[in-house]
């Protein structure tokens, strides 16, 4: 199959190259378009007031590659648009692997890599969005060592993006275009190769106070919290299903919105 892939942490995210890796490995024709620098929790931002500037670069993908200094949504949308060839047919567009995990609602909206599904979503493909959950320990350790994943997370990411280059082109197969459909994929830490898949729904998390109060240059600064869950006991959401040592694939049918 051929996918366009981009991300929320920025192009030189391992977690990235992995996926990369993994889904070439398989055998799919690869693009990639991510941007320059991170841009979690951007949501779908789109950079309208001032130009974004796109590079073509060879980082070792094995694919072509551009580093676009823009945002998920700007990355995407000027692949599809400017960067691919005209009349390229893709399968899907894959965002991820994100450094951490996007489960629940309240993490959902605010999702750089989720929205960078969500894009193609918006050009009629299915999109598919992919996040590596992990401890406060995991994650401290992996920033304090410049982003290189030590052994043990290595091996649970290359786990996890082995799944998604086997879960992709089933999930683009079975998805109509057109469809506004986003599949939410969460890998678990640990993830190994027998780990299991368990459908869910995303949890009912709060996420209030995520701000300091004003520090003595008047200025507030973002605290990462996981938020209050409240949700009822079935069904399965994508939390619980983490909790437990499983991977979490929740489907965001963007078309129910409203419903009632």
């Known amino acids: 199959m051929r996918f366009l892939v981009t991300n929320d942490d920025g192009i030189g995210c391992v977690f990235l190259h992995e996926l990369v890796h993994a889904l070439v490995a398989a055998g799919h024709d690869v693009r990639v378009a991510a941007p320059r620098h991170e841009q979690s929790w951007v949501g779908a931002a789109k950079s309208r007031s001032r130009p974004v500037h796109v590079t073509a670069a060879d980082r070792g993908l094995g694919c072509p590659t551009w580093i676009v200094d823009g945002t998920p949504c700007d990355a995407v949308n000027i692949a599809i648009g400017h960067l691919l060839p005209e009349g390229l047919h893709l399968d899907a567009v894959i965002s991820g692997i994100n450094t951490g995990l ?22 009629g493909l299915p999109g598919i969005a992919l996040s590596q959950d992990m401890s406060r320990e995991t994650y401290d ?24 280059a086997r879960l992709a082109p089933e999930l683009a197969a079975s998805t109509p275009r057109r469809s506004f459909i986003v599949h939410n994929v969460n890998f678990p830490l640990p993830c190994g190769p027998a ?47 983490l909790a437990a040592g499983a991977i979490s694939h929740t489907v965001l049918d963007y078309r129910r919105l409203g419903l009632v």
């Open 102 to 123: 996007n489960a629940s609602l309240g993490f959902i909206i605010a999702s750089g890599t989720i929205a960078g599904a969500w894009e193609g979503a918006l050009h």
């Open 195 to 241: 780990t299991p898949v368990r459908r869910t729904v995303p949890a009912h998390v709060v996420v209030p106070g995520l701000f300091t109060p004003a520090q003595d240059d008047g200025t507030h600064r973002l605290v990462f919290r996981l938020g209050d869950d409240l949700s009822p006991a079935e069904p399965l959401t994508d939390r619980a299903a």
């Open 141 to 164: 350790r992996l920033k304090a060592s410049d982003d290189r994943p030590d052994a043990d997370l290595l091996a649970t990411l290359r786990a996890s993006a082995a799944h998604a």
